[in-house]
């Protein structure tokens, strides 16, 4: 696993940018593992400004959210599908039918879920999947106490993830108490997991998730389990790491060319 400590989350976008670019340039088909929330929206940013600038298309690009919201009429602007489409996936070239959710609308949601695992396992596999974390150390949307080797299926949010994602909502009471996401297992099939978080608020569980024991009460703690996993941080996030300053020197002594 390797930690990227910088400045600040312009500076996260910027360098996951670079990772992302790399897999568009190197890949026919590339596959991308899109995170939604806060976390990733500098990194989203950073990849319409260089498509803007004509650097970069996603035309041959296919794309796989972690997770749906179950419940919410379709077109609602907080479903993943809605979020997705409005921070990044519409405001690039990504053709039509490339962007897959989960079905949170489905009448048979078991059925949903396990469509979207075929899916995910059907295709040539995800190139690099963007993670965030939530402060109860969850990705995707396992929650603590998800098994280490689940598949796609149904959750229940925590009170905790619920009252976090109510600035999204009018309410509290408008946030789905379930969602479809991609299991801890689902998400370590990727090629290259990439966990951005920045601000003082993730600080605690991303140095549980990173140098903390792997453990299901704290589900990105499964991420040192992968063979390559990148943590890129802003100096707030990493505030509560034991091995900092050893992160920093190590990033500052690589050499140029290995990127992420
Ligand atoms: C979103 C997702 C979640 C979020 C996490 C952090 O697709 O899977 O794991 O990444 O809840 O959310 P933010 O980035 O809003 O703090």
């Known amino acids: 696993m390797e930690v990227v400590i910088l400045p600040s989350p312009t500076d996260v976008g910027r360098v996951v940018a670079d990772a992302i670019a790399l ?8 596959v991308l593992g899109l995170a939604t929330g806060s976390s990733p929206v500098p990194v989203y940013d950073e990849l319409v400004a260089r498509y803007s600038a004509g650097v970069l298309s996603f035309a ?3 794309a796989f959210l972690l997770d749906e919201y179950v419940g919410l009429p379709a077109g609602h ?21 490339s962007v897959h959710a989960p079905d949170g609308s ?8 396990a469509a979207y695992e075929a899916a995910l396992v059907a295709g040539s596999g995800v190139d690099l999947q963007l993670l965030g974390i939530g402060g109860d150390g969850h990705i995707g949307f396992n929650e603590p106490g998800s098994s280490l080797a689940s598949r796609t299926r149904l959750k229940t949010l925590t009170q905790q993830t619920r009252a976090d994602n109510a600035r999204f909502f009018s309410s509290l009471d408008e946030v789905p108490r379930h969602v479809i996401t991609q299991g801890v297992g689902t998400i370590l ?14 600080a605690a569980a991303v140095a549980a ?33 034991r091995l900092a300053d ?15």
Not at 106 to 113: G, I, M, P, S, Y
Not at 189 to 202: E, P, T
Not at 246 to 260: F, M
Request: charged share 15%.
């Open 106 to 113: 489905a009448r048979d949601l078991v059925a949903a879920a």
């Open 189 to 202: 099939d990727a090629r290259h997991l990439v966990l951005v978080a920045w601000g003082s608020g993730k």
């Open 77 to 97: 602007p907080q479903s993943y599908a809605v979020y997705i489409a409005s921070v990044f996936t519409s405001r690039v070239d990504f053709t039509a039918g």
């Open 246 to 260: 050893y992160y920093r020197e190590t990033y500052a002594n690589k050499p140029p060319w290995q990127g992420l």
């Open 60 to 62: 041959e690009a296919a």
């Open 23 to 30: 897999v568009l340039c190197r890949r026919a088909h590339p």
């Open 209 to 241: 998730a990173v140098e903390g024991p792997v453990t299901a009460m704290v589900p990105a703690s499964a991420l040192q389990l992968h063979p390559h996993v990148s943590v890129v941080l802003d100096e707030p996030a990493a505030s509560s790491l």
